[in-house]
């Protein structure tokens, strides 16, 4: 069964200090490693696919890594309106069409 | 703009009280879903749909049901529901089934149920 965890749960930041969101799984024949970002009150905004180990993509502050085991969503001088929950799920051969969501890890960035 | 359209954003009811959620899409996308997110479980599927007329379980389908009459459309049905159905729902779509399509899945803001 896939399985997909996330830490840590809750992370507060200040304005400008990098840190680094892990997202560790298990799966059957990874198809695609997905993030979401979530705003409290509304549905999960896509970010990123990533579909293989070593692949890497960034948009804006945010930089999403693949290894074989895990993925890290990079946050790089972040700043208060990145403040929300982000989602990482898998797909993974076995899965039909159902992504397998973590529980999230819900990141606060202070002025 | 496009986007996903759930109705209601929130929705309070009684047990056995049967009750639908509707949700539309406007990007004329072949696959739709429907999830539920729990605190400490996260998101989990409930029903998909692959085109018109095509249905299948997710993976937390007892309690509720589904139609895809129409491309757009694809409405959340609780039969019976039951204080274990309070929870708070997402439809989503794609262009691609896989969700691997550079736009991901499109969400919906969500509809929050209590059933009493």
């Known amino acids: 069964e896939d399985q997909v965890t996330q830490s840590p749960e809750a992370l507060r930041l200040q304005e400008g200090e990098s840190s680094s969101l892990n997202c560790s799984y298990t799966?059957?024949?990874?198809?695609?490693l997905f993030w979401y970002r979530q705003d409290p009150g509304k549905g999960p905004e896509f970010l990123f696919t990533?579909?293989?180990a070593g692949e890497e993509k960034e948009k804006e502050r945010l930089k999403a890594t693949l290894t074989k085991k895990e993925s890290f969503l990079h946050i790089t001088a972040p700043k208060p309106e990145d403040s929300a929950t982000y989602l990482c799920?898998?797909?993974?051969?076995?899965?039909?069409?159902?992504?397998?969501f973590g529980k999230g890890t819900s990141l606060l960035v202070t002025p | 703009e496009a986007q996903v359209t759930q109705n209601p954003r929130y929705l309070i009811t009684v047990t056995g009280k049967k009750l639908t959620v509707t949700c539309s899409q406007n990007?004329?996308?072949?696959?739709m879903s429907w999830y539920r997110q729990d605190p400490g479980l996260g998101l989990r599927q409930i029903y998909y749909?692959?085109?018109?007329?095509?249905?299948d379980k997710g993976d937390v389908p007892e309690g509720y049901k589904v139609s895809r009459k129409e491309k757009r459309n694809f409405p959340l049905i609780l039969e019976s529901p039951s204080p274990n159905q309070t929870s708070l729902y997402f439809c989503?779509?794609?262009?691609?089934?896989?969700?691997?399509?550079?736009?991901?899945?499109?969400f919906g803001s969500g509809t929050r149920l209590t059933v009493v």
């Open positions: 989503a779509s794609s262009v691609d089934p896989s969700g691997s399509h550079l736009r991901g899945y499109t």
């Open positions: 799966v059957s024949g990874l198809r695609g």
């Open positions: 990533l579909y293989s």
């Open positions: 799920a898998v797909l993974g051969s076995n899965s039909g069409y159902a992504l397998n």
């Open positions: 990007m004329n996308h072949e696959y």
């Open positions: 749909s692959m085109n018109v007329e095509v249905t």
